[in-house]
Nanobody
């Protein structure tokens, strides 16, 4: 079992920045792709950014150039740096860990609310 705990959400004005953190309960980054997803009310949960064990990243078109996913292996923590935030970035953000060994094995965090509003 893996527990994922997100933090760092909040209220920010348009154009501002936030950094989300996702702390894993144990060292998993070598065999799990880490991802950040978001879900706005009435919408499906969509991938925002992903980071593979090999260090490859993937971003949704809507956040490319504004968001950066990274990790600190020593702290078992993955981050999502969000810059130039827009009202349409408002959503609950979820951390995800998906095994590269067994694709059916994945874990989710509890989510953290990000609200972009003036």
């Amino acid at each position: 079992q893996v527990q994922l705990v997100e933090s760092g959400g909040g209220l920010v004005q348009p154009g501002g920045s936030l950094r989300l953190s996702c702390a894993a309960s144990r060292s998993i980054f070598s065999i799990y792709t880490m991802g950040w997803y978001r879900q706005a009310p009435g919408n499906q949960r969509d991938l925002v950014a992903a980071l593979t064990p090999g260090g490859h990243t993937n971003y949704a078109d809507s956040v490319q150039g504004r968001f950066t996913i990274s990790r600190d292996n020593a702290k078992n923590t993955v981050y999502l740096q969000m810059n130039s935030l827009k009202p349409e970035d408002t959503a609950v953000y979820y951390c995800n860990a998906k095994s590269i060994v067994l694709s059916s094995r994945e874990y989710w965090g509890q989510g953290t609310q990000v609200t972009v509003s003036s």
